[in-house]
């Protein structure tokens, strides 16, 4: 989810029992939705638990809403020594990450809310490690698109950076 979609969250659009969450409107414009594991459903029960379950899902420990990472996460950063580093780059990371464990490109787009399959393609892992017979089943990319692909390496050593401290808070090794 985007950090806009995620703060402007309410309850009145999560169905715990149906495993699924609703974006009304996505940055693309459009209504989507977002389907639930288990780890997500934990959480979502944690955040029940600071509300009455109606309103705002995200809230901090008080049970106020909160707007947006930049009272609490981006202050940690510093705290732990990151640099250069942003809430948007966790969301390349979940689609590395699904990249790597193999997951379809279409079902990555989906996953990520993208409108467009060349929007997937620029995440930065796939721009160095994604071959485009993946693609198979769908139109080729631009070739301005194909030719930014390739001219990607140049930015690689930052995309790495950011993924390498993306990969550690999210295994909670930086905010211990």
Request: glycine residues 6%; proline residues 6%; aromatic residues 6%.
């Amino acid at each position: 989810m985007r950090v806009g979609e995620m703060y402007s969250l309410t309850w009145e659009n999560v169905n715990m029992s149906r495993k699924v969450l609703t974006i009304l409107r996505s940055k693309n414009g459009e209504k989507r939705h977002v389907a639930l594991n288990a780890t997500a459903l934990s959480a979502l029960a944690e955040l029940r638990k600071r509300s009455d379950g109606a309103g705002p899902v995200v809230r901090n420990l008080d049970g106020e809403p909160l707007a947006g990472p930049r009272y609490w996460f981006e202050p940690a950063l510093p705290k732990a020594k990151i640099r250069r580093f942003s809430w948007h780059c966790l969301r390349h990371t979940f689609a590395s990450r699904l990249v790597m464990a193999g997951v379809d490109l279409r079902t990555v787009q989906e996953l990520m809310g993208h409108k467009s399959i060349e929007m997937t393609c620029a995440t930065p892992i796939l721009r160095r490690s994604t071959p485009w017979p993946q693609l198979s089943g769908s139109r080729q990319p631009s070739r301005r698109t194909q030719l930014a692909l390739q001219l990607a390496p140049a930015h690689l050593s930052k995309i790495k950076r950011k993924r390498d401290v993306s990969s550690k808070l999210f295994h909670g090794k930086m905010l211990q």
